[in-house]
């Protein structure tokens, strides 16, 4: 019955993190013992301060409709966030309070793009970066990186994507799914390629800031000459074990904030009432709150890597932050592994679910054909076990 839906939705692939993930559940429900390292989401419950926080919010009855752009307290604090975090400047009515970061981009892609418009994606990206960008009418323009390079985007590659259609460069720091952080001097680096073109504007996604193992971070809009240009994605579903409270907020030029809050008044209005309020919690405390999950991470990070290494042809970077590998499996493609023909990162993906019984994500699905994505948000004795199956399936 596809003729009868709108080619908008017939163009638009179906997120590929949902459909494992929502394979994985339904190969459990047949009885199949699966490990499912799909999706990416904190195996921590979120804080108790927090918690109490909701508490608050509902006994003090915010129940009714929140402002379209969120509560001014909520903004107000999430200026003084980006302030003592980012070394960002911004008012509150540059801030908007959106029903999670996905809403966030979605909302700067409908405002910002014309159709043709070219949206520059280094690749790896985060999965929906690039059907955002298609279903707003832009066209994504993908920038290859590798496992050599750290997944990183170098300013020569930056100024070769470049053209007069040019209107945006979408990045996440930490990266999903590389787990790659941008350093200062890297950033400046692509800042310095950006002055030459002052109509392009950066999102940069910053949802992964605080899990980060780098020991510091960057805001490409703290840069000097950045700020005007860049819009900050953020959100509290990562480091603070909120996914599903659905919040997700920008620092924008207040043009962008203002048209971003015009078009969510069209389409969800203001977010919960009550998670904004636990976010003003959330927000308002110090990052070190968090150090105990960021701390876990990092030891599952060297854990999983560890294994990694042991399994003949698998390539991988050391990630610096977020709380995901994406080794290169290309070494086994144009194999054949018990009776399984491997041609690409899709085959060697399917292939683990198969024989394995472990769920990841093919790299197609962030740009890079020859690796493949999972998530070490779990425990360690699930990714050992997780773990030793690849490597027994791989080196059958």
Known sequence: MNHILSDRINNLA???????????????AQGKDIISLSLGEPDFNTPDFIKEAVKKAV?????TYSPVEGYLELREAICRKFKRDNGLDYK?????????????????????????????????????????????????????????TDFKMTPEQLEAAITPKTKMMWFSSPCNP?????????LTALAKVLEKHPNIYVVSDEI??????????????????????????????KAFAMTGYRIGYIGAPEFI???????QGQVTSGANSVAQRATITAVDADPSVLNHMVQAFHTRRDLVVGLLKEIPGVKINVPEGAFYV??????????????????????????????ANVATVTGDAFGNPNCIRFSYATSDDILKEALRRIKEALTA
């Open 59 to 63: 006994d003090e009855n915010y129940s």
């Open 326 to 355: 994406f080794p290169d499996v290309s070494s086994f493609f144009g194999k054949t592994l018990k009776g399984h023909e491997i041609k690409d990162a899709n085959d060697v993906s399917m292939y683990l679910l198969a024989e």
């Open 14 to 28: 179906t997120s590929q993190t949902l459909a494992m993930a929502a394979l994985a559940r339904e190969l459990k």
């Open 92 to 148: 509150p009515t540059q801030i908007v309070v959106s029903t999670g970061a996905k809403q966030s981009l979605y909302n700067i892609a409908q405002v910002m793009l014309n159709d043709g418009d070219e949206v520059i994606l280094p690749a790896p990206y985060w999965v929906s970066y690039f059907e955002i960008v298609k279903l707003s009418g832009g066209v994504p323009v993908e920038v290859p990186t590798s496992v050599e």
């Open 208 to 237: 992964y800031e605080h899990i980060n193992f780098s020991g510091t971070f960057c805001s490409i809009g703290s840069i000097p000459g950045m700020l005007d240009k860049t819009i900050t994605i953020n959100g509290v579903a």
């Open 178 to 186: 590389s787990g790659s952080v941008y350093s200062r001097e890297e």
């Open 257 to 263: 904030a203002k048209a971003c809050t015009k078009i």
